[in-house]
């Protein structure tokens, strides 16, 4: 396909709001985010602090209320066809695996690539290759009922990576796992990260994976701060009235 696949993109979030329940659930009040090409970022934040919903955004599986989203040359409010910008730009891993039961894991990482102008054999070359890249070319044909959650975790990596993205979205992706296989998965990413240099944003409660990242961030306030940045002081409070 395109030589430009492969390589991370540069994204570029400004002001970005959004709100559920016509304004009474306010997820994201003012997000403003840059990452680099081929950046590894991580995301901490407290439960229902808009973590998801910001991915969403990146993946255009919602659409902001205001702001501004850029992914390379796109502008994620402006696309004609959010499907077609996922298949081409984005991959998702999710921590609820939505592996298809009745397929093994090689038909499972073979799904993203259907309808895509790859042969059946290119299609399941390039699956091998990924399943082999995340260590478990012993188990091509097992279907994910059969595999321990670590083992399905990377099938999900693999077929995150099957249309070659440039931006890798991953929420919670270590959230299901004990906390040392939760660490491989990231060594994981992280090398596959350095091996097709995408962008990479990972969803994480966890300070280990957070420390491996080039920045780290966490959500407040509906907002994106930088994770080492201390609270600033007197930001609650107003100035004392005299
Ligand atoms: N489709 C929706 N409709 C209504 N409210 C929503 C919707 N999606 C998210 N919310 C609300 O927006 C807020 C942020 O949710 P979000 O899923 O982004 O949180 P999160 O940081 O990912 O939390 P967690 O760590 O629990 O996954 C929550 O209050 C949630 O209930
Ligand atoms: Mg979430």
């Not at 891993?93 to 990482?109: D, G, K, M, R, W």
């Not at 091998?128 to 012993?138: A, I, W």
């Not at 990972?202 to 407040?220: L, P, Q």
Request: hydrophobic content about 40%; overall charge neutral; glycine content about 8%.
């Amino acid at each position: 396909m395109s030589t430009s696949n492969g390589h991370g993109v540069e994204v570029v979030i400004e002001h970005v709001r959004k709100s559920f329940e016509g304004g009474l659930i306010r997820s994201l009040e003012d997000v403003n985010l840059r990452i680099e090409p081929g950046e590894f970022i991580s995301l901490m934040g407290p439960s229902g602090s808009g973590k998801s919903t910001l991915l969403n955004l990146i993946g255009a599986l919602d659409r902001p209320d205001s702001g501004s989203i850029s992914v390379g040359a796109r502008r994620i409010e402006d696309l004609r066809n959010p499907a077609e910008y996922r298949a081409e730009i984005v991959g998702f891993v999710f921590q609820l695996h939505h592996l298809i039961p009745t397929l093994s894991a090689l038909e499972n990482v073979q799904m993203p690539m259907l309808g895509r102008h790859h042969s059946r054999k290119a299609r399941e070359a390039r699956a091998r290759e990924l399943l082999n890249e995340v260590g478990l070319s012993h188990r091509l044909n097992a279907n994910p009922g059969t595999l321990s959650g670590g083992e399905r975790q990377r099938v999900t990596i693999a077929r995150a990576l099957a249309n070659r993205p440039r931006l890798l979205l991953a929420d919670e992706p270590t959230g299901a796992l004990d906390s040392v296989t939760g660490v491989r998965i990231m060594a994981l990413l992280q090398k596959l990260r350095e091996q097709y240099q995408m962008t990479t944003l990972v969803v994480t409660n966890d300070v280990a994976i957070a420390a491996i990242a080039d920045r780290a961030y966490r959500m407040r306030d509906g907002r994106v701060e930088p994770l080492d940045e201390p609270p600033t002081p007197g930001a609650e409070r107003q100035p004392e009235q005299a």
